[in-house]
């Protein structure tokens, strides 16, 4: 079992910036994935943001440019550098953590709310 412990939400102004965290602890895979999805109550979810064991990283379209995804393998820490919000990334993002050899992924933290108002 692996968990995922978010941290680093809360209340910004446009154009403001964001760091969250996300501290992975237990039985971790020696090749991963680990990520962000964000959802809004009502819509779908979105992936917003990955990276490889290898450190490839992959974005949405929508946050290219202003968003950094990194990891700390010392401290089996995911970071998400936000930066340029906008109130459209207004939404609570999970942490997410899986095999690199896996679609999906296993294992999902337990949420952080991220505000931007206008």
């Known amino acids: 079992q692996v968990q995922l412990v978010e941290s680093g939400g809360g209340l910004v102004q446009s154009g403001g910036s964001l760091r969250l965290s996300c501290a992975a602890s237990?039985?971790?895979?020696?090749?991963?994935?680990m990520g962000w999805y964000r959802q809004v109550s009502g819509k779908q979810r979105e992936l917003v943001a990955t990276i490889k064991s290898d450190g490839w990283a992959n974005y949405d379209d929508s946050v290219k440019g202003r968003f950094t995804i990194s990891d700390d393998k010392v401290k089996n820490t995911a970071y998400l550098q936000m930066n340029s919000l906008k109130p459209e990334d207004t939404a609570v993002y999970y942490c997410?953590?899986?095999?690199?050899?896996?679609?999906?992924?296993?294992?999902w933290g337990q949420g952080t709310s991220v505000i931007v108002s206008s």
């Open positions: 237990g039985s971790l895979f020696s090749f991963y994935r």
């Open positions: 997410v953590y899986g095999s690199l050899y896996t679609d999906e992924f296993d294992y």
